[in-house]
């Protein structure tokens, strides 16, 4: 046996199924991956940081290889065989289950919500470990830097943004009539909208 033929990870007939350089450089590419989107949120501070993102992503095209595996293992059943083999099933499931894993970094903190981003980070670590796991490497890769670049350059875009904003006041006014329409005369002259 030579050296290459020793790389080889399995050998069904004349059908080479998996080269087993193949198999890691992609489990590493998506550590590479999923770790630099992981810094990131690390780096926040957030509750899903760096070791989340790169098992999550590592975990997820681990998941991608078993299902092409799978698939290569079982395509020598005849299209009227009683066994289907579908390559997508396992992807299809990863999308669903890290919804449950994303919902469990959202919180409401008092007014507002946090966790969003990072639920969503962890989404897309999702999708790069799938695209990955499947050979789309260079999709995958220009995710990454999609992503980074929305999690780093965004927030400083998003400071400068005006946006509106909501404030509860409540008033116990005793006594005269008039001195409401005062209050409301001079919040609307400083551009407070009111919503009775």
Known sequence: MNRKEGLKMFNFGDILMFDICTVFGKLLIAAILGGFIGWERERRGRPAGLRTHLLLCVGVALMMLVSEHIFVNYQVYKSDSVLRIDPAR??????TGVGFLGAGTIMRFRASIRGLTTAASLWIVSGIGLAVGSGFILPAVFTTIIAITTLIL????????KRDKYMTIKM???GQEHLLDNIKSILEKNSVKLQV
């Open 90 to 95: 396992i992807a299809a499931q990863v999308v």
């Open 172 to 174: 116990l006014i005793a």
């Open 154 to 161: 965004l927030p400083k875009a998003e400071s400068e943004m």
